[in-house]
Every structure is written in C-alpha cells, then in structure tokens.
C-alpha cells in the first residue's frame, strides 16, 4: 500500500482518537473545575454562611418569623437597643439564608409560613460526604458562630426580666396562617425551639426541676454538643 495512504489513515485515526479523548477528557475536566470552585466556595465562606450550611447539611428546622421579639413602648432605651440588636441578627440570619437560596447551595422549605427547613443542595451535600477537611471547617464554624454571637445573645435576652414577659405573650400574626395549622404559643417557645434544633439545649424529657416563671432557668437546659460549655 503506498505510503502516503498509510499516512493518510494514521492522520485520520489520530484524528478520532483525539476527539475520541478529547469527549471523554472534557466532562472530567468540567466536573473537576465544578469541585474545585464548590470547595472554595465551602472554605471561604463566612462564619455566618458555615452556620447556615451545615444546618442545611443538617436539614434543619428554623422557627425565624416566630422569633421576632416585638417591643413594648415602655421599655428603657437599653433593652429596646437589646431586641433591636436581636431582631436584626432574626433578620440577618434570615436574608443570608435566602442568598445561599438564590445561589443554588441551599432549598428553603417553607413551613406554613412560620418557619424554615434548610435543605442543602445535592451536589454540595455529595462533596461533604465525601470531603473530611471541609466537614472539619464546616463544623468548626458552626461552634464559633453559636459560641461568638447566638449564644451570648440568647444569655443576655434570657438575663432581663423585661425582656422575658414579652417573649411569655403570645406572638403577633405578622403572616397570614393557614386554618389548619396551629399557631407556636409564644415568641419563647420559638427562640427555644431554634436553640433546640441548633443542638445548644435539649428542650424534650423530664424538665420539672426547671422553674418556667424564671427567665434563668432557661440558660439551664441540658446542654447538647454546641453548648459552649458542653463537656460531653
């Protein structure tokens, strides 16, 4: 056969070989660039958005529009600045929750209006699992962000007295509820619920030594592993 045929065959052989590869190689390639820019979207993420993750990691429930504490006009202007402080972190938590949403990390299950249940998307729960380092760093900014800035705020609104007959009343319907859902009693009771799903507290079991009229008697639920002084 002549020579120049053979190399004719060889240039088209190489031809499909390279396309050949060139199909299978670039799927890899994409799903390893997708990986790598997930993990550093994972590691650099902000206390507050590692909070946020791993409790969609987590799947769990956030009572946030029942936890609004709504003032009395009777309240020195130091405890007004306290549910101020609180309120806007209510709302911080909340706003950053839904951009994670709008950027495709997380789903935001919306309970009936009261609440939400973070459900961290597929792909991002698929490399967690598979990642130890990132489980590391997620759990770890999980503790600090409870241990900087949620519990020392739960300690300071559960130290005022005035602060705990406010969360004793019923809490106001900002949002429209559906008739066959019952309505959480109190503001308390949601501040509560959300510590218990945090694992700072465990609200559930035999709680009868606890004096419910006493605003302290709440920072002495049994610890869970993000207590700040949980010792496990």
């Known amino acids: 056969m002549d020579s120049s045929i053979w190399i004719g065959l060889i240039g088209v052989c190489g031809t499909l070989a390279g396309a050949f590869f060139g199909a299978w190689l670039n799927p890899y390639m994409q799903e390893k660039k997708e990986i790598k820019r997930l993990k550093t979207i994972l590691k650099e993420a902000s206390l507050l958005d590692k909070f946020i993750i791993f409790n969609a990691y987590k799947n769990v429930y956030l009572p946030l529009n029942g936890m609004i504490i709504f003032p009395s006009p009777q309240l020195d202007l130091k405890t007004q600045q306290l549910i101020n402080l609180f309120n806007e972190d209510v709302d911080i938590l909340y706003l950053n929750?839904?951009?994670?949403?709008?950027?495709?990390?997380?789903?935001?299950?919306?309970?009936e209006y009261w609440g939400y249940r973070l459900v961290l998307s597929s792909k991002f729960s698929f490399l967690i699992?598979?990642?130890?380092e990132i489980q590391r760093k997620l759990l770890e900014g999980n503790k600090s962000y409870i241990?900087?800035?949620?519990?020392?705020?739960?300690?300071?609104?559960?130290?005022?007295?005035?602060?705990?007959?406010?969360?004793?009343?019923?809490?106001p319907q900002?949002?429209?509820?559906?008739?066959?859902?019952?309505?959480?009693?109190?503001?308390?009771?949601?501040?509560?619920?959300?510590?218990?799903?945090?694992?700072?507290?465990?609200?559930?079991g035999d709680l009868s030594y606890l004096n419910p009229a006493s605003p302290t008697a709440y920072l002495n639920f049994p610890k869970r592993e993000f207590h700040p002084k949980y010792e496990g």
């Open 174 to 204: 900002i949002y429209q509820q559906p008739k066959t859902i019952a309505i959480p009693t109190t503001t308390l009771a949601n501040i509560n619920i959300f510590m218990h799903n945090i694992y700072v507290f465990n609200i559930l």
């Open 147 to 171: 241990k900087e800035m949620i519990y020392p705020l739960y300690e300071l609104i559960m130290q005022s007295d005035a602060i705990f007959k406010l969360l004793q009343q019923n809490q």
């Open 97 to 111: 929750i839904k951009r994670l949403a709008d950027e495709g990390i997380l789903f935001i299950q919306d309970k």
């Open 129 to 132: 699992n598979q990642d130890k």
